[in-house]
């Protein structure tokens, strides 16, 4: 399945990073996508609570069930996986010096270079969104007992 990678949402206007980690998952796993600027942004901003602090858990289950998203494993680092190439899309919640915790998802990879490509992350990616995979590993939080990296699928 193409996909398009200016289609996929990279800059939020809130806190509202899971819900465009969701919104870039359901473009990965169905072609269809939510614009910004449209009223139903908007109305899942304040769904997932994004508007004035950020999207918490709760609020992200209610987004999940809308766009008929669930998790299909979870693992506190990217090695716990254990395909040889990785299945997508993946979230990753990561630790940024100047946003605190940020959720990105994970859409593509190249196996030859190690890279990764990572929507929503422009302070660290290239343009494009390529990072090096081992990269990425200094952005993880360590935090004990949390989990990093959610895969997502379809319900």
Request: charged share 25%; hydrophobic share 35%.
């Amino acid at each position: 399945m193409s996909r398009i990678w200016s289609r996929y949402i990279n800059r939020q206007k809130y806190s509202e990073c899971q819900l465009i980690s969701a919104i870039n998952a359901y473009y990965f796993l169905t072609r269809k996508t939510v614009k910004q600027d449209s009223e139903e942004y908007e109305r899942l901003v304040d769904t997932c609570g994004g508007r004035h602090g950020a999207a918490l858990r709760h609020g992200m289950q209610r987004v999940y069930r809308e766009f008929g998203l669930k998790i299909l494993e979870e693992h506190p680092t990217l090695w716990e996986f254990k395909q040889r190439r990785l299945p997508l899309p993946i979230e990753a919640t990561l630790w940024h010096k100047r946003t605190g915790f940020h959720s990105v998802l994970i859409v593509d990879q190249c196996w030859k270079t190690h890279c990764l490509r990572i929507t929503n992350f422009n302070q660290v990616t290239s343009t494009d969104g390529w990072m090096f995979r081992e990269d990425l590993y200094l952005y993880e939080h360590k935090a004990p007992m949390m989990t990093c990296y959610r895969l997502f699928g379809r319900r």
